[in-house]
Structure formats: structure tokens, C-alpha cells
């Protein structure tokens, strides 16, 4: 087998080393820039994009007409209610299950407009297999959110909320992974169910729970079916790029 860059190389010699119909060689370039390049993931900050002008609005964007669930364990059910006194406060109506009783999908049906699911702000004590497994069960009931046009509606929205530091883990302090790993499943959801409107968000660990429901709350109206960004505890927005690296 052979890694990406090798098969490359391969490719570039086949590229350049062309014959005519006639079976003359073309001469090769032997400085030719290579087509394969190396990115990596950065974290730029950027300000919140302003939420739509009013007429490009949907009733769904008004808070009062929302309904919410709000999923959690143990360690995040401080913030689980910060987000249903958040959302109340603007007028929706919002309740939060621990993930073991959200676990049925009759939680999450066609009425609920918005899931907002927050991972686990602690690690628990338990063996690594056993975390996995548990994190995977919790994980696998926002994947079967009802389809939005049975509301009806042309979106649900899908917020993933978890602790990663405000950087999605990378940094000098690295979380356990059930504290951030919302960011991969949100970006499949959103490339599979195109009803879904999908939110990550990333926080440091030291923020007060409002905090965190407030900033939770403003993504929410980022224009896009999908974006994920970044808090840190000086509440500095980040969002993840690509940026080609020097070789």
C-alpha cells in the first residue's frame, strides 16, 4: 500500500511523462509544482455574522414559536438548565431530559423544533470500553430526529454543545473525548440531512453556565445550515479553517 503523497508523486511522473499518438516522448519537466498540497485545521477569530434582515426570516427563527429539548447528562445539567431558563425567557417553550431518559425517540419527535444536546462537561470514572459505548447509545439518539417536512417545517435545528477548551480540543490542555467530539458527528449530520440546521459550539471549561447558554443561543442565528466556533474564557469567538501549511 501507499500513502496519498507517494501515489501523487506516481501520478505527477505519469502526468508529465506523456506520449504522443505516434509514441514520441514529450520532454519532462523536471521542477513541476506537485498538485497535492498539505492543509491543516487552524482556529481564526472572527466575529459573529449579523443574523438575516428581517424579511429573509423564517417563523422558526422567532423564539417564541420555537420548542426545545435539551439533552444532557449529569455533569452538564447545570448548563442544560441555563439553557432552558434562556429559551424560556425569550418566550419558547423548553424542557431538558437527562440522555438515559432521552434515549427513547418518542423525546425527540416532529414538535421539537430545536435540539440542543450537550455533551459531557466531566469524564466519568469508568473503563475506556465502557465510556465509548455509552457516549455511542447517548450519541445515536439525535441521529434519529424525526425528518422536519413531517412538522411540518423546512428545518429542525441540531445544536451540539461541548467543552473542548474553545479550540475543539487541540491545545496545551487536552479534554477527554466525550467533551468534545460533537464536531465530527455534527458536520456528517449536516451533509446527510439537509432538513437539519446544525450548530457546534465549543467552550472553555470555566465559563458560568449563562455564559454558555447565551453564546449557545446567539450561534443559533449564524446564518448557514452549518457552523461550529469556538469560546474561550475570555469569550474570544474562534472557528475552525483549513490553511495550506508550509512544506
Known sequence: SRTLRQLAKILDRLRYRQTTFSGSAISVQATAKPWVRDFGMVFLEEELPPA????EKRWIDEWENA?????HDGSSAGVAQALVDALVAKGSRAEHAQWTEGSSLESVNEDISH????????AESLENEERVRRLTEWLATITHIERAAR????QTTLSLVQFGGGFFG??????????????????????????????VTDFAQGLAPDLIAEKTLEEIAAPGDFCAAGYDLKLRRRVPKAQLMDT
Open 52 to 55: 438575516p434582515p428581517w424579511p
Open 151 to 154: 412538522a411540518p417545517r423546512r
Open 67 to 71: 420548542r426545545a429539548l435539551v439533552l
Open 170 to 199: 487541540n491545545g496545551s490542555h487536552t479534554p477527554e473525548f466525550e467533551q468534545c467530539c460533537g464536531r465530527a458527528l455534527g458536520a456528517s449530520l449536516h451533509l446527510e440531512r439537509q432538513d437539519l440546521r446544525v450548530r
Open 115 to 122: 435540539v440542543f444536546a450537550v455533551l459531557p462537561r466531566l
